[in-house]
């Protein structure tokens, strides 16, 4: 399915299976930024799944990169725009809870369309706007506990994360029409790696992880959030609009909250 462009409804569906992957890995970041700094896990995270990536995909990213180089450089320009993202929001997570960074970062469900009218001179549509105001309220909702201590540095980073991680789905959209969306999905996941492991050893003291809890959290980031989360985004964003794809956004933080609960035990709230 990954060679052909999918349905609307499979699009959307891939999407929302994105959202979830995306969602799962506040928590599992959260607990490892306790022992290993931000570009640390990064790029352990990112290696790891470029790796898992290659090991079934190699041949068909060798060939269509040979084809097209335009994949190579779509892959590095994304990679980039991700980083940052990735950067800013490990770093506010080690100042602010999981659903507020989670939340913040996922105002994106409304940046998007507004970003979208601007670049392109044209009014989002009403429907759009509603489901976008419905999606914004309802995450709000979901993680207002997390707003009790106020706004400090973690939720600074996060609001910075938003702007990023709105260009970085407009960006999604225009290179996944224009190139492989799956190859450009699998390289942009190495290079996060790449860049995150270069910053890592410039600025931190870069390790693997320790024990065996460590490492099972890192191969849910690797395998699942990022291998699959990552990647796949483009192939989803390949059929849907960017508008869409940013309203899908409001599936992340619903997921963390609901892991959030199930699993760490945080109070859900009425």
């Known amino acids: 399915s990954t060679h052909r462009q999918l349905s609307m409804k499979s699009a959307v569906l891939l999407m929302a299976a994105v959202a979830v992957a995306r969602g ?13 700094e931000p570009l640390n896990l990064l790029g352990v995270r990112s290696l790891l799944a470029f790796a898992v990536l290659m090991v ?5 990213v060798v060939k269509a990169v040979k084809e097209d180089p335009g994949n190579l450089r779509a892959g590095a320009l994304l990679g980039f725009t991700y980083f940052i993202v990735m950067v800013l929001e490990l770093n506010g997570l080690r100042y602010t809870t999981t659903a507020t960074a989670s939340f913040i970062e996922n105002s994106a469900v409304v940046l998007v369309p507004i970003a979208e009218a601007i670049l392109l001179r044209r009014a989002p549509s009403g429907k759009t706007m509603l489901c976008c105001a419905l999606g914004l309220a309802g995450v709000g909702f979901i993680a207002a506990k997390g707003f009790s201590s106020g706004v400090g540095i973690g939720e600074l980073l996060c609001i910075a994360v938003a702007f990023v991680y709105t260009a970085a789905i407009i960006q999604t959209d225009r290179e996944a029409k224009r190139h492989d969306a799956f190859v450009v999905g699998i390289l ?11 910053g890592s050893f410039i600025a931190e003291t870069p390790h693997l992880p320790q ?21 796949m985004q483009p192939v989803a964003q390949r059929t849907i609009s960017s508008e869409t794809a940013g309203l899908m956004t409001a599936i992340n ?8 609960a199930l699993i760490l035990h945080e109070p859900f709230g009425i």
């Open 188 to 198: 942009y996941v190495g290079f996060m790696g790449v860049f995150g492991m270069a």
């Open 253 to 260: 933080p619903l997921t963390t909250a609901v892991l959030g």
């Open 24 to 36: 799962s890995s506040f928590m599992f970041s959260k607990q490892l930024l306790d022992t290993m």
């Open 211 to 231: 024990t065996v809890s460590q490492w099972g959290m890192m191969l849910m980031l690797a395998v699942v959030c990022s291998s699959f989360g990552f990647a």
């Open 56 to 60: 079934f995909f190699s041949k068909r």
